[in-house]
C-alpha cells in the first residue's frame, strides 16, 4: 500500500506560518459551527450487473447524464439500479467539526440532529459539542469518480430560523457560546432558506450583546441555485450588515459562486477567479472563496489569488469534501494564513479526505507536507 507521503500531492505552494514552521495545531481554539446536519446514506450506481453479487459500478455523473438523456429522447422510462454502501451522520456542523476536533481544537456544533439527539450523532467521538436545533435531513448521496449526485429529504431545516434557535438551544447556551467562540462557522445557506434571518438577528440582536464576539465568521453559501434570484439578492444585504460586526468569509463551489454572481447579473465572467471579485464587489463581505477541482480562487480588498491544485486521479469519497476544504479555510485563518497559503491548506485538508475517507490529524498533515 502506498504510504500517505506518496499517495497524497499537495499544490506547489508553501504552507509555512510567519514563525517560519508550518502553521501550528489549533489545539487550545474554541470553535462554534451552526446550523445544519443530516444523515446521508451513500450509494454507488449500477451500470452493468454481472452477477448476484457482482456489478460493474457507474464511473461518472457524465455517463448517468447520458443514459438519462438518451432515454428522454426515445421518451422511454428509464430504471436504474443503486447499492446501498453506508450511512453516516452529515452536513457543514459534522464534517467540519470532524476535522477541526482530529486537528486538536475544541468544537461546538449546533444544527438539527434530532430531537432528542439521534444515536447515529449521539456516537460521534471527538473534542465536539452537540447542541440540537431540530430533526436531521435525510440524503441519498451517488457518488461517482468525478463528483456527487445528492437527492435531499428536508425537514426542520426548511423552517430553522432564529427564533427556533433561541426556543431550542436558549438565548443564554448560543451567547455564551459564541463568547468563548474564537472563530464561528455558519453553513448552508442553500439548505436553510431563512438563514439571511438568521444572519441579521445575529448582527442587531446577538452580538451587540457580546464584549467579545468571534474574531472572524465563514459562512457556506450551499447550493443557493435552489433559490431564486430575488431570494438571493435580498439575503446577501443580511451579509453585508453583518460584516460590519464581524469580517465575513463567503465560501462556495464554482457553481454556487457563479449562480451569486447571476442574480445579480447577466454577464459572462471570463474566469472563476473574475466571478469571484465580481461577487467580492457586490456584497462587500471581507473575502471570497471559491473552488472546484481546477481551480481555488479568492478575493479580498487588497489581493485576489489562484491556486491549480493536483487533478486526484483516484478519489476514494467525494461527499463531504467542500465541507472538510471549508474546514481546512477555518484551521488556516486561526492560523494566521493569508493568500496562496491559505488556499493551499484548505485544499490540503479536503485532498486528504478525497484520498483517504478520513479526516487527517495535524501530524499526519506536517508528514504529507513533509
Do not use: W
Given at each position: 500500500m502506498k504510504s500517505v507521503q506518496n499517495a497524497i500531492h499537495p499544490p506547489v505552494v508553501d504552507i509555512?506560518?510567519?514563525?517560519?514552521?508550518?502553521?501550528?495545531?489549533?489545539?487550545?481554539?474554541d470553535i462554534l459551527l451552526g446550523f445544519d446536519g443530516f444523515i446521508?446514506?451513500?450509494?454507488?450506481?449500477?451500470?452493468?450487473?454481472?452477477?448476484?453479487?457482482?456489478y460493474e459500478r457507474m464511473e461518472s455523473l457524465q455517463m448517468f447524464g447520458e443514459r438519462i438523456t438518451d432515454s428522454a429522447s426515445r421518451a422511454s422510462s428509464l430504471t436504474v439500479e443503486w447499492n446501498s454502501e453506508s450511512m453516516?451522520?452529515?452536513?457543514?456542523?459534522?464534517?467540519?467539526?470532524?476535522?477541526?476536533?482530529?486537528?486538536?481544537?475544541?468544537?461546538?456544533?449546533?444544527?438539527?440532529?434530532?430531537l432528542p439527539i439521534e444515536q447515529i450523532f449521539s456516537?460521534?467521538?471527538?473534542?465536539?459539542?452537540?447542541?440540537?436545533?431540530?430533526?436531521?435531513?435525510?440524503?441519498?448521496?451517488?457518488?461517482?469518480?468525478d463528483n456527487k449526485l445528492i437527492l435531499i429529504d428536508s425537514h426542520s431545516q426548511l423552517r430553522l430560523d432564529w427564533s427556533t434557535l433561541l426556543e431550542r438551544a436558549g438565548y443564554s447556551v448560543l451567547r455564551d457560546q459564541m463568547r468563548s467562540a474564537d472563530i464561528m462557522g455558519v453553513g448552508t445557506w442553500g439548505k436553510i432558506p431563512q438563514m439571511p434571518t438568521i444572519w441579521g438577528e445575529m448582527e442587531t440582536a446577538f452580538l451587540e450583546d457580546l464584549a467579545d464576539p468571534p474574531d472572524q465568521i465563514v459562512i457556506d453559501l450551499g447550493n443557493i441555485r435552489m433559490l431564486t434570484p430575488s431570494a438571493i439578492r435580498t439575503g446577501v444585504d443580511a451579509l453585508a450588515q453583518l460584516n460590519q460586526t464581524i469580517p465575513v468569509t463567503l465560501t462556495g463551489n464554482r457553481g454556487e459562486i457563479d449562480a451569486l454572481a447571476e442574480a445579480f447579473s447577466n454577464t459572462s465572467f471570463e474566469s472563476f477567479l473574475a466571478t469571484a471579485v465580481a461577487v467580492h464587489d457586490i456584497i462587500g463581505v471581507e473575502r471570497v472563496v471559491g473552488h472546484n477541482a481546477e481551480a481555488i480562487v479568492?478575493?479580498?480588498?487588497?489581493?485576489?489569488?489562484?491556486?491549480?491544485?493536483?487533478?486526484?486521479?483516484?478519489?476514494?469519497?467525494?461527499?463531504?469534501?467542500?465541507?472538510?476544504?471549508?474546514?481546512?479555510?477555518?484551521?488556516?485563518?486561526?492560523?494566521?494564513?493569508?493568500?496562496?497559503?491559505?488556499?493551499?491548506?484548505?485544499?490540503?485538508?479536503?485532498?486528504y479526505y478525497i484520498q483517504t475517507g478520513q479526516s487527517p490529524t495535524y501530524s499526519q498533515l506536517c508528514q504529507v507536507l513533509r
Open positions: 509555512h506560518h510567519d514563525n517560519g514552521g508550518f502553521p501550528p495545531a489549533p489545539t487550545g481554539h446521508d446514506t451513500i450509494y454507488s450506481m449500477v451500470d452493468t450487473r454481472t452477477g448476484p453479487q457482482s453516516q451522520p452529515g452536513g457543514f456542523t459534522i464534517h467540519c467539526g470532524d476535522v477541526l476536533a482530529a486537528l486538536g481544537a475544541d468544537v461546538v456544533q449546533v444544527g438539527t440532529y434530532g456516537s460521534l467521538t471527538g473534542s465536539t459539542d452537540l447542541i440540537s436545533v431540530g430533526k436531521p435531513t435525510k440524503t441519498k448521496a451517488v457518488e461517482f469518480d479568492m478575493c479580498t480588498s487588497s489581493s485576489k489569488v489562484t491556486i491549480s491544485p493536483p487533478k486526484i486521479s483516484a478519489p476514494t469519497r467525494l461527499l463531504s469534501a467542500g465541507d472538510r476544504f471549508n474546514a481546512g479555510l477555518i484551521y488556516g485563518l486561526l492560523a494566521g494564513l493569508s493568500g496562496e497559503s491559505l488556499l493551499a491548506l484548505a485544499d490540503l485538508v479536503a485532498r
